[in-house]
């Protein structure tokens, strides 16, 4: 019961970043629910049982709390991001966007001027799965400045 009763808190806590309310609410009171069931069998037991159940409920949070998210990710569907990224010279972000379009990642580039008045390029990088993320992600060089955007 504890590890339903974490795996619910932590959907709830999941759902809540994701704004979606309803959902997140009635986890949580689900979630209460089930706690006052375990809070009342460990009040009720046997005290040379408490240190079995006081080590069941840690081990009921560690796994409530690992396996959902993990499960909610596998489940979730995969999201248009939009990578902006700035690079450091026009050479260096030229070589980046040809890189990504080697990869069938769809690049838009735009020429822009730096703090300094340096010609560099801007690059909107559209990834439509996790795995294009990634492959973005392992390419930007730690010289670019970046930030992703979530597409609704």
Known sequence: MKFADCSLGTMKTVFLCKEKYFISAILNSVSAALFIFVADAMANSPSDMKMFIALDVFLAKLLGGYFPPKLLDKVEADQLFVYVVT????????AFADRLRELNIAVATTTVYDSKLNKVLTCKC???TKNESKMIENNIPETFKH????AI
């Open 87 to 94: 690079s450091d010279t026009l050479e260096n972000g030229k």
């Open 147 to 150: 930030h992703i955007i979530q």
């Open 126 to 128: 559209y990834s439509n």
